[in-house]
């Protein structure tokens, strides 16, 4: 069993920056990938940012240059520094753990954007 648990979300303005962190615990095998997806009211979830244990990294085009994913995996826990943000970033964030073909969802965190 995991258990993935996000903080840092909040109300900010445009232009202005969060950081977002998600803690990883229970069974973590040393080989994963951690991600965050965001999810606007009407609309799919999508990925944002990922990167895996090996420290590779992929970003969705809509975040390039602006958001940063890294990871402490001594920590289990993955970051995604958000910088520049518009009011289209406005959406529930989840933190994401796939390993061994599962995937594992944290509880989500608002992160609103005001023009």
């Known amino acids: 069993q995991v258990q993935l648990v996000e903080s840092g979300g909040g109300l900010v303005q445009a232009g202005g920056s969060l950081r977002l962190s998600c803690a990883a615990s229970g069974s973590i095998f040393s080989i994963n990938v951690m991600g965050w997806y965001r999810q606007a009211p009407g609309k799919q979830r999508e990925l944002v940012a990922a990167?895996?244990?090996?420290?590779?990294?992929n970003y969705a085009d809509s975040v390039k240059g602006r958001f940063t994913i890294s990871r402490d995996s001594a920590k289990n826990t993955v970051y995604l520094q958000m910088n520049s943000l518009k009011p289209e970033d406005t959406a529930v964030y989840y933190c994401?753990?796939?390993?061994?073909?599962?995937?594992?969802w944290g509880q989500g965190t608002q992160v609103t954007v005001s023009s």
């Open positions: 994401n753990l796939a390993q061994l073909l599962r995937r594992y």
């Open positions: 990167i895996s244990s090996s420290g590779s990294t």
